[in-house]
């Protein structure tokens, strides 16, 4: 099956610092990805979708200057959290599809953040 | 609008017998169903889905899932739980076959007792 990567895996940066999270789809094109947030034992919690070479769409309650997405490539979106906060902590998963060719969904590992 | 409920936040059995994990959903459309399985430091995966075919829907590792419409629900069973069946539960609903931002139920955690 298709295969979404995340980089890092696990991250701590400390308050007021921004953090890069990466997610690849590896050997499919990814027409649109998504990013979403999941709280300890808790739901996933969409945040924003990213079509290849527009702006991001985001749910309402996220805010778009902090949680900044780029989806320059077919293969690559980004997730930059800017001054970040310990509530900024939380598991963070993406997901790409290659949209209108399939509708399945494929997820990446996650990122945990934790901001100190 | 819609949503899910995942109405037991834990569910216990022992290895070997049957396994049922309820979900609700809601929904102003014809919805897509999924089931995915969240292992520990592992990614989601999916585990079924019902995308207006047929209403039984058999998925991997021995689940299968039945779509009711006049009941909104769409449960998942497996006739006998294994050790490595225990993981997080998510009941998803999409209005667009899954090519949208998903809506997750809160989860159900699977415990199989030896």
């Known amino acids: 099956g298709a295969v979404v990567s995340q980089h890092p895996s696990r991250v701590i940066c400390k308050s007021g610092t921004s953090v890069k999270i990466e997610c690849r789809s590896l050997d499919f094109q990814a027409t649109t990805m998504f990013w979403y947030r999941q709280f300890p034992k808790q739901s996933l919690m969409l945040m924003a979708t990213s079509n290849e070479g527009s702006k991001a769409t985001y749910e309402q309650g996220v805010e778009k200057d902090k949680f900044l997405i780029n989806h320059a490539s077919l293969t690559l979106s980004t997730l930059t959290v800017t001054s970040a906060h310990p509530e900024d902590s939380s598991f963070y998963i993406c997901?790409?599809?290659?949209?209108?060719?399939?509708?399945?969904?494929?997820f990446g590992p996650g990122t945990r953040l934790t901001v100190t | 609008a819609q949503s899910v409920t995942q109405l037991d936040s834990h569910v216990s059995v022992s290895e070997g017998t049957p396994v049922l994990l309820r979900c609700n959903y809601s929904?102003?459309?014809?919805?897509?169903l999924f089931w995915y399985v969240q292992h520990p430091n592992k990614g989601l995966q999916l585990l079924l889905k019902?995308?207006?075919?047929?209403?039984l829907v058999k998925g991997i590792n021995g689940f299968e899932a039945e779509f009711k419409k006049s009941e909104t629900s769409f449960h998942l069973t497996k006739p006998s739980a294994h050790m490595s069946d225990a993981a997080e539960y998510f009941c998803?609903?999409?209005?667009?076959?899954?090519?949208?931002?998903?809506?997750f139920g809160k989860g159900t955690h699977l415990i199989i007792q030896p």
């Open positions: 929904s102003s459309y014809s919805p897509s």
């Open positions: 019902y995308t207006s075919a047929a209403t």
């Open positions: 997901s790409a599809i290659d949209y209108p060719s399939s509708y399945e969904q494929y």
């Open positions: 998803v609903v999409s209005e667009w076959g899954g090519a949208d931002g998903l809506t």
